[in-house]
């Protein structure tokens, strides 16, 4: 009996996997884009006040340093693991 269907194409499940992660990168955003106006924006109006935009400027940052953090240790994780990852990049 194949067993082709358990072995996908590489070059296939590193596509899927790069899309997968968009896809979570951008309901980071997004998420992150809700929990910053919600925080920082009192009342909207023509323009930031400084309050305002330091605020937002910190919870932006936070966010970056915080979702590197996270990317740095499934990264750490992946190869605890031995992902293919690395071998499907170069």
């Known amino acids: 009996m194949d067993n ?25 955003v997004h998420q992150m884009t809700e929990v ?15 309050r305002t935009e330091v605020c937002f400027v910190n919870c932006v940052e936070r966010f970056i340093d915080t979702s590197q953090f996270i990317l740095n240790r499934l990264e750490q ?4 693991r031995g992902s293919f990852s690395e071998t499907m990049t170069d």
């Open 77 to 80: 994780t992946q190869r605890s």
């Open 36 to 50: 910053c106006w919600e925080k920082c924006m009192d009342k909207p109006g023509p323009k930031l006040d400084s």
């Open 4 to 28: 082709q269907g358990a072995t996908a194409d590489p070059q296939l499940q590193q596509f899927i996997e790069i899309e997968s992660q968009k896809q979570r990168f951008q309901q980071l």
